[in-house]
């Protein structure tokens, strides 16, 4: 039954390193998003995509790129971690005008 | 203005009690409302979704939707305590492929 995947629950990085998080999902879905949840913020979305090697910038897309490059899969990458990324990372899918399935989402720290 | 609003809470009802969540939205264009349940520690979940005016039941959900007033709200009847956790309401527009999220309700159902 699993339907979208992140590829780690917890990560731990450095300042300056480069960090990927993967998600993949399993619903032949056309739209990927990916959001940063922190407390008093909400979901801020960072970036969609709405067709293989297609991408939108979301509302805070500063300091992240994103790559898909089949439709099942939609990686986020932090060019160089900072603290301030320090977040938990949701990975969702959806069939337009469908709502969301989240992924368990990726509780990244960056010391 | 944000673009969704909601009641930030804590909303707090007895067990058995009916629960009612609020949410308004600035985009007139907007066309599929949904609403998530997030627990705390997880990701959110999908339960609700209206797209037309007027009322949509689901087992002990109902959403509510008034376009002209540009309201949706999600009533919970005979609250239980496994319901309490952050309720967040989601709007998208016309040919839009995002998302936007309110930051969330806190409901606590109190046994």
């Known amino acids: 039954d699993v339907k979208v995947t992140q590829s780690s629950r917890y990560l731990v990085k450095r300042t300056g390193e480069k960090v990927f998080l993967e998600c993949v999902q399993d619903m032949d879905h056309e739209n990927m998003f990916w959001y940063r949840q922190d407390p008093g913020l909400g979901l801020r979305l960072i970036y969609f995509?709405?067709?293989?090697?297609?991408?939108e910038k979301g509302d805070i897309p500063e300091g992240y790129s994103v790559s898909r490059e089949k439709k099942e899969r939609f990686s986020l990458i932090l060019e160089s971690a900072s603290t301030n990324q320090t977040s938990m990372y949701l990975c969702?899918?959806?069939?337009?005008?469908?709502?969301?399935?989240f992924g368990p989402g990726t509780r990244l720290t960056v010391t | 203005q944000k673009e969704v609003e909601q009641n930030s809470g804590p909303l707090s009802v007895p067990e058995g009690a009916i629960a009612s969540l609020n949410c308004t939205y600035s985009d007139r264009g907007s066309q599929s409302f949904f609403w998530y349940r997030q627990y705390s520690g997880k990701s959110p979940e999908l339960i609700m979704s209206?797209?037309?005016?007027g009322d949509k039941e689901d087992g002990r959900f109902t959403a509510q939707l008034n376009k002209a007033s540009q309201y949706v709200s999600l009533l919970i009847r005979d609250s239980q305590p496994s319901d309490s956790a952050t309720y967040l309401c989601a709007v998208r527009a016309r040919n839009n492929n995002d998302m936007r999220f309110g930051a969330g309700t806190r409901l606590t159902v109190k046994p």
């Open positions: 209206i797209y037309s005016n």
């Open positions: 995509s709405y067709d293989v090697k297609m991408k």
């Open positions: 969702a899918s959806s069939p337009q005008p469908s709502g969301h399935d």
